[in-house]
């Protein structure tokens, strides 16, 4: 055989590892919780809500038809979709002063994960708040604009020394890593 005849075992490309990851680097359906997968119907439903102005009840009642909201914590899309919803203006309150323009600038996409953000941060106390952000950072960059997680996690990682001062200065004692900077998100 010559070198340039290519063997059969060397003619193949290198066996790639799945990495859990879609090209965009957002994660594949397979390898999200359920938690998870509550937050992206959530998402969904509040972005009916900030660009329809829908109802809660009728955008719950057509989320819950849509395909694979079975495999969804249906008790943690409820708290969102109608927590964030109920205290829309509180919420908004806290989101504000960190914003370098104003809100009907923001993405309803990124709006809505910033919403859900300070909305875990403040009642879902069983989610330490690295999770919180992170889950965050993921929805804005696989529905948001090219850019938009940056924002998402510039604001909330702005909010949570305030909203979980205690879970966040124990981080900061014990060395952990803080989360990447905004640009590298």
Request: proline share 6%; hydrophobic share 40%; net charge negative.
């Amino acid at each position: 055989m010559s070198e340039h005849t290519p063997t059969p075992s060397s003619a193949r490309p290198p066996k790639q590892t799945r990495t859990g990851l879609t090209s965009t680097g957002a994660r594949k359906a397979a390898s999200k919780s359920n938690r998870s997968r509550a937050r992206e119907f959530a998402l969904q439903a509040l972005y009916q809500h900030l660009v329809g102005g829908n109802d809660a009840t009728a955008i719950d009642a057509f989320t819950r038809d849509l395909a694979g909201f079975h495999k969804a914590d249906s008790a943690h899309y409820d708290a969102l979709l109608h927590g964030c919803i109920e205290n829309a203006a509180d919420l908004d309150a806290l989101v504000t002063p960190l914003l370098d323009r104003k809100m009907a600038e923001i993405s309803p996409i990124e709006h809505a994960c910033m919403w859900i953000g300070v909305y875990e941060f403040q009642h879902c106390l069983d989610v330490p708040w690295r999770v919180v952000l992170n889950e965050c950072i993921e929805l804005a960059k696989e529905f948001g604009g090219t850019d938009g997680h940056k924002y998402v996690n510039a604001v909330l990682n702005g909010l949570a020394p305030k909203l979980r001062a205690q879970e966040v200065a124990a981080d900061k004692a014990s060395g952990a890593t803080p989360p990447a900077p905004a640009d590298e998100a």
